[in-house]
């Protein structure tokens, strides 16, 4: 969704910001997709009115879109974008080889006449539908299926990080926290110190050794004994981040491209996770 601004030529046009619809579908909607979006207008299971002015109106229709997705490898074209007044974003008609149609969330930077696929192990594209774990770590992402099955619930279309919007319980943490680190064992980019034994004083000191080793952009994670003697040294180096065994996210592990950890913190994280 782009963002219109004006000029401000009024008071009113100084602070007005608005969406911007060209490009949408300015016809009706898919009709064998929609059904009508009936009220109580304003009435209770017995029939009599509890809220008055409630009735009349416009008519409304509620277009039903696929959230499961689970037509498998059958590609399908983006026939057009479309507004939809029961949710905050936009959705996309998408037609299979098939002759059949379906509804999808629109999510940002898809435009008519694209390809898409549903299915695992598919092309990492905008639109696409696939597995999480066929996905690379850093990709952004939009409408997540929690339970198997369920259909995509959590985050709409507009394709941020997810992980670093939504809160997730003990359970979920520990997975994805297991799972970004065997991803950084796989690339080689996790690394094993012996613990620090000596306190180091000086930036320049522990720069060089951060160089030596090819870990400049990385997050080094401690037990607090190990902490205490090299947090004064690193905490002016650019893209290094410091932290214990009990305060690093899986936000903190997809941020930097290297992961340190030391003999103890290793020890400590086994009985955590095993």
Partial sequence: MALKTFKPYTKSTR????????????????????????????????????????????????????????????????????????????????????????????????????????????????????????IPVGINIHNIEIQPGGGGIAHGPKGELSYKKRKLNKSEKKNSIASLISEKIKSKNLLVFNDFTNEIKKTKEMSMILKKFEILNSLIILDKASKIKIEKSIRNIPNVKVTDINHFSAFDIVKFKKVVFTESSVKELEKRYS
């Fill in 15 to 134: 602070g007005t910001i608005l969406v911007d619809r060209a490009g949408l579908w300015k016809g009706k909607p898919f009709k064998s997709l929609v059904s009508p979006k009936n009220s109580m207008k304003g009435r209770n299971n017995n029939g009599h009115i509890t809220s008055i002015n409630r009735a009349g109106g416009h008519k409304k229709m509620y277009r039903h879109v696929d959230f499961y997705r689970k037509k498998f490898d059958m590609p399908a074209t983006v026939e057009r974008i479309e507004y939809d007044p029961n949710r905050s974003c936009y959705i996309m008609l998408v037609k299979f080889e098939d002759n059949s149609h379906s509804y999808y969330l629109a999510p940002q930077k898809i435009k008519v006449g694209d390809k898409i696929e549903n299915g695992a192990k598919k092309e990492i594209k905008v639109g696409n539908c696939m597995p999480l774990q066929d």
